[in-house]
């Protein structure tokens, strides 16, 4: 086997750090022999039959073209939890997980409903289905393959989400009010494009990551519109956000008659997350 791992660090050098490949190494030999990494290595198993080594040349070629190791592996994990990932869908990071930890950590009881706006692979949405006690949650998204995608991992973590595709940007009929409404919605402005990653840029779904240079709030303008409607008084709308947008969406909050704004950071202290309360009808008056 070594000379196997030896083979993926050559032709992995140069593209990703030392520490990287030392991962990479271990997630691609357990998925291609289908045994724990310490299985193999243990037993030492040394030689990969031909549909084995396919497999790894397969995945090599794609990590080296610059593929994200998340799509080609087809999961990755998200608080806690495993999640299918396809290029339909947006790779879940870190600062969400932190905004699901924001929410999580705020609800104090009681049967609350939880609406997940642009649920992209159904990460948020699972995730506080499993963690509130009593949550009930729907999820919309425009993208029927990534409903198909979000359903799935709602299946494997045996959360109990209800998934909708639904184009918020056509008129949307209430049915239910809800407590708590979260999205994470597309805010990389078309000019940003030039800051990102090429592994981001070509492999990840643009329509989930980019709005345009002059309409940069146009996901959260709409959605607060909704969550006017959809809220009851006194729920709560938790956005992720652009680092760079964070005054402009809480002015938009501001605005709208909301309250009990804050901004929050991430653990690299970018601000990236905001949460604001619906007003009562008794405030307003």
Same mark, same amino acid.
């Not at 086997?1 to 993926?8: A, G, L, P, S, T």
């Not at 050559?10 to 490949?21: D, Q």
């Not at 990840?204 to 990551?209: K, Q, R, Y």
């Given at each position: 086997?070594?000379?196997? !791992?030896?083979?993926?660090r050559?032709?992995?050098? @140069?593209? =990703?750090?030392? %520490?990287?490949?030392t991962?990479l190494t271990?997630?691609?030999?357990?998925?291609v022999?289908?045994?724990?990494y310490?299985? !193999?290595?243990?037993?030492?198993?040394?030689?990969?039959?031909? %549909?084995?080594?396919?497999?790894l040349d397969? /995945?090599?070629i794609r990590?080296?073209?610059?593929?994200? $190791?998340?799509y080609?592996?087809?999961?990755?994990?998200f =608080?806690?939890?495993?999640?299918?990932?396809?290029?339909?869908?947006?790779? +879940?990071?870190?600062?969400?997980?932190?905004?699901?930890?924001? !929410?999580?950590?705020?609800?104090?009881?009681?049967?609350?409903?939880?609406?997940?706006? @642009?649920t992209?692979?159904?990460?948020?949405?699972?995730a506080?289905?499993?963690?509130?006690?009593? #949550?009930q949650?729907?999820?919309?998204?425009?993208?029927?393959?990534?409903?198909?995608?979000? #359903?799935?991992?709602?299946?494997?973590?045996?959360?109990?989400?209800?998934f %909708?595709?639904?184009?918020?940007?056509?008129?949307?009929?209430?049915?239910?009010?809800y407590?708590? /409404?979260?999205?994470? +919605?597309? =805010?990389?402005?078309?000019?940003?494009?030039?800051?990102?990653?090429?592994?981001?840029?070509?492999f990840?779904?643009?329509?989930?990551?980019f709005?345009p240079d002059?309409? +940069?709030?146009?996901? $959260?303008?709409? !959605?607060?519109? &909704?969550?006017?409607?959809?809220?009851?008084? @006194?729920?709560r709308l $938790?956005?992720?956000?652009?680092?760079?947008?964070?005054?402009q969406? #809480?002015?938009? &909050?501001?605005d709208?008659?909301?309250?009990?704004?804050e /901004?929050?950071?991430?653990?690299?202290?970018n601000p990236?997350? /905001?949460?604001?309360?619906?007003?009562t009808?008794?405030?307003?008056?």
């Open positions: 086997m070594q000379q196997h !791992i030896q083979h993926i050559r032709e992995l050098n @140069g593209l =990703y750090t030392p %520490s990287e490949i991962v271990r997630l691609i030999l357990e998925e022999c289908g045994l724990p310490v299985v !193999i290595t243990d037993n030492k198993i040394n030689h990969l039959s031909r %549909s084995q080594a396919e497999k397969d /995945i090599l990590l080296k073209k610059g593929e994200p $190791y998340q080609v592996f087809g999961e990755t994990e =608080y806690g939890k495993m999640f299918k990932v396809t290029g339909n869908v947006l790779i +879940p990071r870190p600062e969400t997980e932190e905004l699901v930890e924001w !929410i999580v950590s705020e609800q104090h009881g009681g049967s609350l409903l939880f609406l997940d706006i @642009g992209g692979s159904g990460c948020i949405a699972v506080l289905a499993t963690e509130v006690e009593h #949550a949650v729907d999820a919309w998204d425009i993208s029927e393959e990534a409903l198909v995608v979000a #359903a799935e991992n709602a299946s494997r973590n045996k959360a109990a989400v209800h %909708s595709r639904v184009d918020i940007f056509q008129p949307v009929t209430p049915l239910k009010k407590d708590v /409404i979260v999205s994470n +919605p597309p =805010y990389v402005t078309e000019s940003e494009k030039k800051e990102m990653d090429r592994n981001v840029l070509d990840e779904p643009h329509e989930a990551l709005v002059d309409r +940069p709030l146009l996901f $959260y303008e709409r !959605i607060v519109a &909704l969550a006017e409607e959809l809220l009851h008084d @006194g729920g $938790y956005f992720e956000i652009n680092r760079n947008m964070s005054e969406v #809480a002015a938009l &909050l501001r709208a008659g909301f309250r009990t704004i /901004i929050k950071s991430d653990i690299s202290g990236r997350m /905001i949460r604001a309360q619906k007003s009808a008794h405030e307003e008056a």
